[in-house]
């Protein structure tokens, strides 16, 4: 006698269109957060790093005026981009541009090395017109000494916008 019993199987059950949409949904939205925090903790951090580095030129520059008696003089308001090039060569004792000390020279600030990389660098070598000074978002520094709105000199970074004109994100010693 032949007793076929059928399996009884549980009916398999997948997940419904929407189910599937929610979680869908929840990944865009963390993956949202994620990536928008991330642009505002690389943001914050190189405005750190810049108010770090305006800070140590300005006291490199109180040391250049004490031995020298002058700060490093630039008055091209026309080639503001220009401008840390002469602060490069004072404060580094770079003058003749090879990315070494001259032999003699005082080094007021040793963090202008050309040999330091990645984000620990201060300076960009452009091609035939020697170092420049970069704040923390890559971009050149701006120096003006006697300053406008300092007696002695002011500095300052463009900050994230590197607009042309002094705006609320601009980094400076005023």
Do not use: C
Not at 57 to 73: K, M, Q, T, W
Not at 78 to 98: F, P
Not at 128 to 154: A, H, Q, V
Request: overall charge negative; hydrophobic content about 35%.
């Amino acid at each position: 006698m032949n007793t076929h019993h059928p399996v009884s199987r549980a009916p398999y059950r997948g997940f419904t269109l929407i189910e599937i949409l929610v979680v869908i949904a929840i990944i865009a939205v963390l993956a949202t957060m994620t990536v928008g925090g991330l642009g505002y903790y690389k943001r914050k951090a190189a405005e750190s790093k810049t108010q770090v580095f305006v800070g140590s030129i300005s006291r490199a520059l109180d040391e250049y005026h004490s031995d020298n008696g002058v700060f490093p003089e630039y008055t091209d308001e026309g080639a503001l981009g220009a401008s840390t090039k002469i602060l490069y060569k004072e404060l580094y004792g770079d003058r003749n541009g090879d990315g070494k000390p001259d032999d003699g020279a005082t080094v007021y600030l040793a963090t202008l090395s050309p040999d330091i990389k990645g984000s620990a660098r201060n300076v960009e070598e452009a091609v035939g017109s020697g170092y420049f000074l970069i704040d923390g978002f890559k971009r050149r520094m701006r120096y003006l000494s006697p300053g406008k709105n300092n007696p002695d000199f002011d500095l300052w970074s463009t900050g994230a916008n590197a607009g042309a004109t002094v705006d609320k994100d601009d980094i400076s010693n005023w």
